[in-house]
T-cell receptor
């Protein structure tokens, strides 16, 4: 049973460029969340996708956008890259549960983005 | 913004000793989870404790939750060098999405052989 996978592992871009990161959720999971983790910090919630729609968004500018495909995989797009976008980008998947139940989120290995 | 704050920021112990990490948070929660991260890689889920639970065990891990103090602790008993990692607590807030986790800055645990 494959866990959450992300690609690529590492990426180097220059300021102003655009980047697309990819995530495949764990088998049986239909919700995907994206997090940004700066060096020395905890992960920060970017947004979450369910049924191909963005359900909730954290405090990130519109330069950060996403997409979820019918097979539940997801992409994170970042436009007009800034030096401050350098971080580890983590994807997490979870199955839908009743409200209030809560559940474990399974994280992928992350994509390390460096903006020069 | 960070919801939780782990304490201490760094902890260094000898193999075989116990390690205790604390987490405080600000708003009322549904659940609190602890994750481990090795050298900037992906997070590994350790344990989830619900707001109506006070204590939970999993192998060498013991987690407590005090909702009146908005705090939690993670105890790792008989630590091993392989436990060296960063440990994060994560909460999901009442009234919010179950899947929007808010993390603290983490505790860096070093277990010396």
């Amino acid at each position: 049973d494959a866990g959450v996978t992300q690609s690529p592992t590492h990426l180097i871009k220059t300021r102003g460029q655009q980047v697309t990161l990819r995530c495949s959720p764990k088998s049986g999971h239909d919700t995907v969340s994206w997090y940004q983790q700066a060096l020395g910090q905890g992960p920060q919630f970017i947004f979450q996708y369910y049924e191909e729609e963005e359900r909730q968004r954290g405090n990130f500018p519109d330069r950060f956008s996403g997409h979820q495909f019918p097979n539940y995989s997801s992409e994170l797009n970042v436009n007009a890259l800034l030096l401050g976008d350098s971080a580890l980008y983590l994807c997490a998947s979870s199955p839908i549960r009743l409200a209030g139940m809560g559940d474990t989120q399974y994280f992928g290995p992350g994509t390390r983005l460096t903006v020069l | 913004s960070q919801q939780g704050e782990e304490d201490p920021q760094a902890l260094s112990i000898q193999e075989g000793e116990n390690a205790t990490m604390n987490c405080s948070y600000k708003t009322s929660i549904n659940n609190l989870q602890w994750y481990r991260q090795n050298s900037g890689r992906g997070l590994v889920h350790l344990i989830l404790i619900r707001s109506n639970e006070r204590e939970k065990h999993s192998g060498r891990l013991r987690v407590t939750l005090d909702t009146s103090k908005k705090s939690s602790s993670l105890l790792i008993t008989a630590s091993r060098a392989a436990d060296t990692a960063s440990y994060f607590c994560a909460t999901d807030a009442i009234g919010g999405s179950n899947y929007k986790l808010t993390f603290g800055k983490g505790t860096l645990l070093t277990v010396n052989p």
